[in-house]
């Protein structure tokens, strides 16, 4: 809810660039802390909410995407047409935008929960990645946008790729995340000694925190 108000704020001229660029697109972030944060945050509350559920959680989703994530959309969608605010970038600077992108995300669990069905034979695997979500997360991240070294095609092709182009950029990200968390899986098979284990995920997670915050 209020970030239309941080957006209000000039915070170059006030901040670091380093602590700036978390709270501002003017410096050229895509994904500051407003309004970005409430998707984590709301996901969160989504996961902790499905696991109190005693009953069905596949119901339960299902219930709450269907009809949340309509309601979300539909609410958002009229709410945008009825307010004044001219030029400004719904999906940007607003609460509306969050809720219309919570809507669809949420209908998008539901409609995929109906597929489970038919995907039993991969559960193992769907589990392990859904477990890895946040390093699959900030992979995808180095990959789409590079880093403070290297720029990708996130920055250099901006809205520049063919729909074919687009695809296989993202089929190809897909593979290079979910590939590295079954080498990952691996190493960790060949690994026994917890001392060495211990050591390589220290280390992997200070050169992320390092890739992306440096």
């Known amino acids: 809810m209020a970030t239309p108000l941080v957006h209000r704020i000039a ?7 380093l602590l700036a660029a978390y709270v501002s697109y003017e410096g050229g972030s895509l994904f500051p802390i407003f309004p970005f944060s409430a998707y984590m945050l709301l996901g969160a509350w989504l996961g902790c909410w499905l696991t109190l559920q005693s009953g069905d959680r596949i119901r339960w989703l299902r219930r709450v995407g269907f009809l949340g994530g309509s309601a979300l959309v539909l609410a958002g969608a009229l709410v945008g047409m009825w307010l004044p605010i001219g030029e400004v970038d719904l999906y940007r600077y607003t609460p509306i935008g969050v809720g219309i992108r919570q809507g669809v995300a949420l209908l998008f669990l539901a409609t995929v929960s109906l597929a489970l069905p038919l995907l039993r034979s991969a559960q193992s695997l769907l589990v392990l990645f859904g477990k890895q979500a946040l390093v699959v997360y900030v992979l995808h991240l180095l990959l789409l946008f590079g880093t403070p070294w290297f720029d990708s095609i996130g920055r250099t092709h901006f809205k520049m790729l063919s ?47 390092y890739l992306l915050l440096a």
């Not at 915070?11 to 660039?17: D, F, I, K, M």
């Not at 074919?164 to 995340?177: D, F, K, Q, R, S």
């Not at 080498?183 to 960790?188: A, F, G, L, Y």
């Open 11 to 17: 915070w170059y001229e006030h901040l670091p660039s």
């Open 163 to 209: 729909l074919g182009e687009g695809l296989l950029a993202a089929a190809a990200i897909v593979v290079a995340t979910l590939g590295s968390i079954l080498v990952w899986q691996r190493v960790r098979s060949v690994v026994t000694q917890p001392s060495v284990l211990r050591v390589l995920r220290v280390g992997m997670a200070v050169a992320l925190a």
